[in-house]
């Protein structure tokens, strides 16, 4: 094990066991500590500040309430974020009309590499114009996705865990994961089929007039 990660691993027993123990400031010391981590994958997960929020404030309280029944057998970082996962699934599923979900990254690979198609790598504003317009669709498209599958496809793709790291959370077998993965992108890739068409063409329009 790396000394980093072994330093990082040995700081987090020791929160919790001044959390189990009910130490002044080890509560304080956990949101300093994980807050913003938390905070973000809430994000990632639902696209909404205020949902983001209260989903950070209802992890911290579940951790509060069950420090004491957890066990160790994953790393205390792993049972973070899936107590984040499921609260933030939770608002989803209390909160169907959540239209905020965007993305801004196009995934558009086999399913072990991604490559991504970035809006900042255009300048004009034509271009601008079509990439907020292809975002939406993305945000839709994602939105349609049934929310075990893009669970699995944030933390994979978006957050950046590895396949155990997802399977840890999600308490899913690593093949569990990577067909999940796998059907996610599948289900992105068929539902953005003619935009990809749609938008290579106006593209490659762009480009012509640009050439001019």
């Not at 255009?122 to 498209?141: F, N």
């Not at 929310?147 to 308490?171: K, M, P, Q």
Request: aromatic share 6%.
């Amino acid at each position: 094990m790396a000394r980093g990660r072994k330093k990082k691993v040995d700081e987090d027993r020791e929160l919790v066991r001044d959390l189990r123990q009910g130490k002044a400031n080890s509560y304080s010391e956990l949101i300093e500590k994980y807050s913003e981590k938390v905070f973000s994958l809430a994000f990632r997960m639902t696209r909404n500040q205020e949902d983001a929020q209260e989903v950070l404030q209802d992890v911290f309280v579940t951790v509060f309430r069950k420090i004491k029944g957890f066990e160790g057998k994953s790393s205390f970082s792993s049972w973070l974020y899936r107590v984040t996962v499921n609260a933030a699934l939770m608002k989803l599923r209390k909160n169907r009309q959540d239209k905020s979900l965007l993305l801004d990254d196009v995934i558009c690979s086999d399913e072990e590499h991604t490559t991504l198609l970035k809006a900042t790598e255009i300048y004009t504003a034509d271009e601008v114009t079509l990439r907020r317009e292809l975002a939406k669709i993305i945000s839709d498209a994602i939105e349609k996705l049934p929310l075990e599958y893009r669970a699995v496809f944030v933390l994979r793709d978006v957050d950046g865990l590895t396949n155990r790291e997802v399977a840890d959370i999600l308490s899913l077998t690593v093949p569990a994961v990577k067909s999940r993965l796998h059907r996610s992108r599948m289900m992105l890739r068929e539902l953005l089929k003619d935009t990809y068409k749609e938008i290579s063409g106006i593209e490659k329009e762009l480009s012509e007039v640009s050439n001019l």
